[in-house]
Structure formats: structure tokens, C-alpha cells
């Protein structure tokens, strides 16, 4: 069966919690592209045009090593990649990530957390690193995590999703033989009709 992943690069932990949710709503895996040198504070001081961050984003072809297993992506179908919005752009350990793996047929949902920017280029510069399918993106900013945005994020994962959330959760009230027939016959008239979400 085709499954979610939602793979998220966060450095103080708003993104993380983003991704968490996201992970809950949609039924998918979680993995945390982990950097092999962590990022101190100073690492992330950008006021500092010498501190780690800034020296990669100044930098296109900068490429921080992850230092977790790579997860394998064979049984994923949909790929969520969420992070934090550095100068305007995702942090370029994503574009290590993405360059990391063959991505064809398969579909990537951006999400991020700033300060208050929105997506800026960000997603047009992932699409160079690889050849998925990017199917929607959206930035949370991290100052307005109330319990109502964390509702319209829940509501914006169940409308990419839908199809399959409620075709898996129907599944589940039926026997062994008619879960499997069901899902075929589902996954069928969705692709048939035009209605496939992630
Ligand atoms: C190096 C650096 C650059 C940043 N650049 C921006 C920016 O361009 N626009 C913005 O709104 N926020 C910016 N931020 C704020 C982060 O995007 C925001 O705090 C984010 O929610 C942090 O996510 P995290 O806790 O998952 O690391 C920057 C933060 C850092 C550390």
C-alpha cells in the first residue's frame, strides 16, 4: 500500500511540533532530517553575517550532511518536507535531502514555519533539486501557534489527503478479503476519475 512520509528539518522545534500534526492527521511515517554538526545558537544567529546559517545561504551549493540513515522512500507515495524559513528560502539541508534520492512519481507537499515571511522562492528552488511532482505548500508563522491555526492545518492536510483518509478508514470496518478488493476499487475509480489527491 502506497503510504505518506512526513520528513521535516527543524532547528528549535516549531517546525517539529507543525510536523507532528501533520504526521497525526495524515496517517503518514515521521522522519527528522537530523544535520550531522547541530546547529548551536550561534550557529543560527543571523544578525551575524559570519555565523553558520548565513554562510550557507549565501551559498546555493552548500550542502550540510545529514547524519541519520536516509529513510528508504520505495513504499512512499507522497512525501510531506517541512522546515523553517531561512532568509526567504528553506535552509539548504533540504536541498541535501531532496538531491539525496530519485524522486520521480511521487508527490511532495511543502509546509514551513518563519517568523512572519511567507514561502518566498523557496519552493521554486526545491524543484530544482528534484523531479517529484509538488503538489501544495504552506507557511505557518511560528508567533501564531493557537489551537485555531493548528485546526487549519489539520482541515488543509484532510482536503490533500481525503480520498485516501476516508477510503483507509472505511477499510477498516471491513473484513480481510473486502478491505483489499475495497481499496482496489477505490484507488481505481479515484485515479479513473481525476479525483487522486496525495
Ligand atoms: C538563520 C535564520 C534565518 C531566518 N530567516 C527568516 C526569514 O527570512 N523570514 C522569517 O520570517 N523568519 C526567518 N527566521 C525565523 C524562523 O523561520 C522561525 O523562527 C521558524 O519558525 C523556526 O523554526 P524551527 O523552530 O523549526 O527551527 C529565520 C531563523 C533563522 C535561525
Known sequence: MNKILVAYFSASGQTMRLAK????VSGGDIYEITPTQKYT????????????????????????????????????????IGF???????????????????WSGKNIVVFATSGGSDLGQSVEILKKSCNANFKDAKVLSSSTNSASIKNGWRAWVFE?????????????????????FFLNVCDSFVNTAGLADL
Open 84 to 102: 523553517p524559513i531561512w532568509w526567504y528560502e528553506a535552509p539548504r539541508i533540504i536541498q541535501t535531502f531532496l538531491e539525496s534520492f530519485e
Open 160 to 180: 490533500l489527503c481525503k480520498f485516501r483518509l476516508i477510503t483507509r478508514a472505511i477499510s477498516l470496518y471491513s473484513a480481510k478479503f473486502s478491505r483489499i
Open 21 to 24: 500534526t501533520i504526521a497525526e
Open 41 to 80: 545558537s550561534l550557529d543560527l544567529d543571523w544578525h551575524d553575517s559570519n555565523s553558520r546559517s548565513s554562510v550557507e545561504m549565501r551559498k546555493p551549493d552548500s550542502r550540510p550532511s545529514i547524519s541519520n540513515l536516509k529513510p528508504n522512500l520505495d513504499g512512499y507515495d507522497s512525501v510531506f
